[in-house]
Structures are given as structure tokens and as C-alpha cells.
DNA sequence: TCGCTGATGATTGTATACAATTATTGCCAG
DNA sequence: CTGGCAATAATTGTATACAATCATCAGCGA
């Protein structure tokens, strides 16, 4: 349930979303090259529905295609990074004001199973799925919100997020955030939308604090990368 | 020069971009049929190709694909209107207030161009292009402000508003707008942000004002796209 | 006349074949 | 042994062919 939206024709969803919850886990990690035949074998389909899919990915930003070279996973630059985070801390505190005024009882049992599935994650070391579960909450409360176009714009920044902590979060001591997405629940359950607002502001400005932002990020995944003069 | 991202190998581009600005002109309303033959054919490429483009505009929401029916320029809902000029708001007046203050001798002479231009336009009754000039101004102020994330967001932003005004515009007593954009452009060059700021708001607010979001939509192009009971 | 059904035609969905481009490797001159 | 170059292989770009789905309409029966 990453995102309601266009209608590609079903086979090229799923093999968007497959390639997106793989990036989202930390499994393809920045820089690799997603090879059409490759994918298209594990996927049981055809270059067309690749394509398909990897020019999907590739509007969101989760894929760069490099016209006769092919598809890397998207290697943000510092600078992409801090504009990533800028454009959460410019949509998600009031689009969090708008969720607690909003929420309702069913909002909340899903956003408390998704916690708890999340600390579950964590608990069993499923640092990837927990990862995705955390970027899942933020996408949720901006449904609860109602706006599907800022939602949407969310939920795109939430997925360049998830590439920018694989390339930039040196210190994995556990997602301690947790206890953020509990205060904002609390915040929303009580429909203190002022609150909900400087939570969701505190939380991101934590997230990029957590991130090192001033160095060049990790060497590349494969030596011909390294050695590619781009 | 609408928007400087991905580089779907470069045909792709030459046709979305071209119906993307037949959009922006409102050579192409909302409704219409795209049929891929006949785009493929006007363009001299192959339905291939013609795909490709309408899944990117369909990215963007220009475009609705309805699976086995074909691709349709989008109809915007009064409740999706809404919600892109929400975005809008919550957006641009934060971004006229970091362009204001990084705007440089030479962005000033690009807008004193581009509102020339859109006077012109307007003297010569192309309203068309008109509108889509009016447009870019906005994406060229976020372009200023150096922020190309919530530019690419602002983009499509305006781009939906495109055939928003299409739609739901009624009164066409010509694009009175130039002056607004006139009064932002001397807040830029005097690099006052606050009330960069605050004319961007108004601005969004006047544009919302002029529009008719309360009836249904106009009727449909077609007596086809009317009797369907979708 | 109205409504249903089945056949026909048009349009989209997908796979495959071929062309163009890029990457790799082996070779030879220096 | 090194560096450049040419041949080969691998990969992407595009067009086309075929399959699947949907729209249209004629024909039939009520």
C-alpha cells in the first residue's frame, strides 16, 4: 500500500513496487545497475514491462536511467539530500496538523499495529523491514490527512529518504525514532494538532541529525563505478 | 524548458513534451481521447514510444491511463483542484521567500522577459500561450529559489493547474493576473522576502478566487465520455 | 419498439526481433 | 610491460507482430 495512484496496467506495478520495497529495505542499494533481462527473469516478464517499471521509478527518483548505459539505483548527492528533508519539514508538520484534527478511531488502531509491527521488525532484527515500516507511518498519516496530492508528494520524499539513510546514516544504532512515532500517535489520538505539528517538526529535524551530511558519501558498490569519471 | 529531470532517452521527451504543452495551452482539454496510433503518427515514432510518454504524463497526473481503454487528458475533480492549489500554498510562498533572497541581476532580467513576453502574448490574444507563460513564471521563481526538489513538486503543481483552469475557469475576462506577478517581481529585486512571501500567498489565494469550485465540471467533450456510467 | 446476445472491428497489452550504442577483450606496436 | 585500437560481446533503444480486451452494431426474440 505504498501508493494509490495511476493504473499501469497491473504486471509493471508489480514489479515497480517489488524493486521500490527492495529499495526501501535496503537491499538494492544505491549505485546498483538494475540489468532489464536480469530483473525481467525474476519478475517472469518481459523488457517492455521492465522498462515499464524502471521509467516509473525513475520519475520518483528512486532510479537514474543513463540513456545506452540503463538503470542504477539513484545515488542522491548531499545537496538532494538536505533538499529531500527541506521539502518533509516543509510538507509534514502541517500535513500532520491536519492529520490530528482528522483522525479517527479506525486511523489509530492501523497506525498502532503499524507501530507495533515495527518494533516486531526491529525485535527480529529486520532492520530493512522496519526501515520501510517507519517510512510506512509517515506516508499513513498523510492519508489520514485526506490531501492525496500532498500525500503523494510525501510519500515520494518518504522513498528518497530511505535511499538517502542507505547512503548517509554511519551510525546504525538501532532506530531509536521509535519513540518519536509514539509521541505523535499520542498527539494524534488526543487531536492536539498544534502539537502533532511541532512533534512532526522535531522528528525530521532528528532524522537529518542523525544523517552526515558534510562528507562524500560511501565509495560505490562495484569497482567500475568507482572508476567511472561522471 | 519545462522541467530539466530524468532523460527518458530523449523521443520520449520530444512527445510528452509536446502534449504536454498542447496541454498547457489548452489546445487539448480535458477528456479527450489520446489515441496511441494517432500521437504516434503526428509525432513519426511508434506507439512504443507514445507510451512511454503518456505513462510520464500519466505520472504526472496530466493524464489518466484507464487500463484496456486508452490514456485521456485528465479531468480534474473539484476536490483535486482544491488540493493542488492547497500544495500550491503550501509550497510557492515559502519558495518566492528563498528565491527572494538569492535572486540575481541576471534571474531579473529572465522574469522582465518573461512577462514581456506573456504581455505580448496576451496583446495578441494567444491565450494559450498566454496561460502557459503565466505558469512558468512560477516554475522559473522556483527555479530561483535553488530548491529542485520542491521545484519538480511546484512543476506539476502548475501544470494540474493547467487544465484546473480549464476546467473550472468560467469568467475569462483575461489573465488579470500580470500584475500580480509584476508586484512579486519588485519584491524579488528588492530581495524583500516577508513580502515575497505574502504576495505569493494573495496571489495563490486571487487565482483560487477566480475559479468556480463549486458546480460540476463543464460537460464532457464527447458524447461518448458523456453517457459513460463510470 | 425495446433489450439482449453474439459477431466484428478497433484499440490496448505484451512479447519478440532487430538496430544502435556501449562495454569488454584480445591484439599488436612501441 | 604498457597503451592504444579493433573486433566481439553485451545491453539498451525502437519498431513490429501477435494476443487480449473492449467498443460497436447487427440480428433476434420478447
Known sequence: MTGAARKPSKRDQTVSDGLATAIHEHRLTPGMKLNEDEVGEIFGVSRTIVRSALQSLSHERLVVIEPNRGAFVAQPSIREAREVFEARALLE?????????????????????????????????????????????????????????????????VARSSLVIAMYWRRRNALCESHAHHALLDALAAHEADRAEELMTSHLVDLVSLLELTEPPDGPTSLKEALRTE
Open 93 to 157: 508538520p502541517r500535513t500532520a496538523h491536519s492529520a490530528a484534527i482528522r483522525t479517527t478511531p479506525a486511523d489509530m488502531d492501523l497506525l498502532k499495529r503499524h507501530i507495533d509491527e515495527e518494533h516486531a521488525a526491529i525485535d527480529a532484527g529486520e532492520t530493512g523491514r522496519a526501515l520501510r515500516l517507519s517510512g510506512s507511518f509517515h506516508i499513513e498519516i498523510a492519508r489520514i490527512a485526506d490531501q492525496a496530492t500532498i500525500a503523494t508528494f510525501i510519500g515520494q520524499l
